[in-house]
C-alpha cells in the first residue's frame, strides 16, 4: 500500500512539473564543436511535417506546428533558444532521425586580415 501511494505521489508531483507551463519544452543536448553548436532533441514519433524551426540574429525557436496531430503519445511543445553573437543564425541546418532532430548551428567566419593597398 505504502509503495503504491509513494509512486502516484511521484507521478503527481512529476505531471504538476511537466504541464505547469503553457507548453512543454523539449529534452535536448548541446555540444560545442570546433566550427560549431550542436543541439540534440529527443522527439519520438515526431515527423519533420509537425515541426517548426525558425531563426533570427538572437533566437532559435523549435516547436510543433499547424500540421501536428496530438495524440496520447504526442503533445505539443516549444523550446526557445538565445543564440548568442558568434553564431551564424543564417546558416542552420537541421536534420531529423530515428526521433533525434539535430540542429548545427555554425560560427559565424571570424574576419580575416588582408592587406590595403595604398594609392
Do not use: C, H
Request: hydrophobic share 35%; net charge positive; charged share 30%.
Amino acid at each position: 500500500m505504502r509503495q503504491s501511494n509513494l509512486l502516484k505521489n511521484f507521478f503527481s508531483i512529476a505531471d504538476e512539473a511537466f504541464y505547469n507551463n503553457k507548453v512543454p519544452s523539449f529534452f535536448y543536448e548541446t555540444t560545442k564543436l570546433e566550427n560549431s553548436i550542436e543541439v540534440e532533441m529527443i522527439l519520438p514519433g515526431y515527423t519533420r511535417e509537425e515541426l517548426s524551426i525558425t531563426s533570427d540574429n538572437e533566437n532559435l525557436l523549435v516547436e510543433t506546428n499547424k500540421n501536428f496531430k496530438e495524440s496520447k503519445w504526442k503533445i505539443p511543445l516549444r523550446r526557445a533558444f538565445k543564440l548568442s553573437d558568434n553564431l551564424d543564425s543564417k546558416n542552420i541546418n537541421a536534420k531529423l532521425e530515428n526521433g533525434i532532430l539535430t540542429i548545427t548551428i555554425p560560427n559565424k567566419a571570424k574576419a580575416k586580415k588582408r592587406n590595403v593597398n595604398i594609392d
